[in-house]
């Protein structure tokens, strides 16, 4: 059974960091990108970041550039999220997500049109609550 399972959330004071972690069960990531996305109430699901399949190619949304780090260990079929320098308007529900790519992708401009679409991304998982506190 495909599965992705996010963990790592929690209520966090502003300035706090954390690391959400994506596991992925039923299949390898090695071939897929990873995106991961979040929704706050009231808005719509905004990619934020996103890493290429095999060649460590990462893309950032600008409003958590220099704050938020991707990554990937393939062989423990995970991918992490770490964020530091929290504010409150991060709080929402961070997911995870895949799609197929066999090939990697070139660079960043291109992994970007991929992460801000999410209809782009086929498996998703149930999401991690992050709250960051004033």
């Known amino acids: 059974q495909v599965q992705l399972v996010e963990s790592g959330g929690g209520l966090v004071q502003s300035g706090g960091s954390l690391r959400l972690s994506c596991a992925a069960s039923g299949f390898t990531l090695d071939d897929y990108v990873i995106g991961w996305f979040r929704q706050a109430p009231g808005k719509e699901r905004e990619g934020v970041s996103c890493?290429?399949?095999?060649?460590?190619?990462?893309y950032y949304a600008d409003s958590v550039k220099g704050r938020f780090s991707i990554s990937r260990d393939n062989a423990k079929n995970t991918v992490y999220l770490h964020v530091i320098s929290l504010k409150p308007e991060d709080t929402a529900v961070y997911y995870c997500a895949s799609v197929p790519a066999p090939r990697p992708i070139k660079n960043t401009w291109l992994l970007s049109n991929i992460c801000v679409q999410p209809n782009t991304f086929n498996y998703w998982g149930q999401g991690t609550q992050v709250t960051v506190s004033s």
């Open positions: 890493i290429s399949s095999s060649n460590g190619i990462t």
